[in-house]
């Protein structure tokens, strides 16, 4: 069963446990310091709660949780063909998880993810860091700023910077259809972790 998540920052975490533990009548199904989450059955929502001071009440980030791998890589798929950008994160530790996930910007810079859950962990991970531009994340793909001069099309040209480049190589079928790889915008820009070759 897919859910849809919604990431919430809140300022006290054992309040916004105590809160949503009431709304939802159901108690949280992982806890850890500054983390939480509910697993609620309905209506289908994956309820996360990070504490970040002052930050209580706005959304962290959304998200899509799917059964499997398979369904993440489908995906990546369909949304690069779409001509989004997307950043991949396979077997990521992430919120007390290892995770396979896309992520994608949308238009007013919220940020989506689809995720798997591989397996839990004793550590949160690292969060993802998004590029602020569209030239940008084309740098964090390529590695060169000069594909973004031609058309912000990672690939558009041969240049040793994008041969083999883990988003730029187009001998992949993980890299098949991919609006970095072929001549597509580069829209909703996000970078920051490398790509999985």
């Known amino acids: ?12 975490l054992e309040q916004a446990i105590a809160f949503y533990s009431t709304l ?15 697993a609620i059955a309905e209506p289908p929502l994956k309820l996360v709660l ?20 398979d369904r993440v890589h489908g995906e990546i798929a369909r949304l690069s063909r779409a001509g989004l950008f997307t950043e991949e994160q396979i077997a990521t530790t992430c919120c007390f998880a290892t995770q396979d ?3 994608v910007t949308g238009p007013d810079t919220e940020k989506w993810e689809v995720y798997t859950v591989l397996a839990d962990t004793e550590n949160f991970g690292v969060a993802p860091e998004f590029a602020t531009d569209d030239a940008e ?8 700023d000069a594909p973004a001069a031609a058309g912000n099309s ?11 480049n883990s988003c730029c190589g187009t001998d992949t079928p993980e890299n098949a259809g991919n609006s970095c790889c072929d ?5 909703g820009a996000q970078a920051g972790t490398e790509v999985p070759a």
């Open 183 to 187: 001549g597509g915008a580069v829209l």
């Open 24 to 38: 939802f009548d159901t108690a949280p199904s992982k806890r850890k310091p500054g983390y939480a989450n509910f």
């Open 101 to 103: 996930k896309v992520w």
């Open 137 to 144: 994340a084309v740098r964090a793909c390529c590695g060169t």
């Open 154 to 164: 990672c690939c558009s040209t041969d240049t040793p910077e994008t041969v083999g």
């Open 50 to 69: 990070l504490e970040n001071t002052g930050q209580g009440g706005t959304i962290n980030h959304l998200g899509v949780e799917v059964e499997t791998s």
């Open 1 to 12: 069963m897919s859910r849809v998540q919604l990431a919430l920052n809140v300022d006290d």
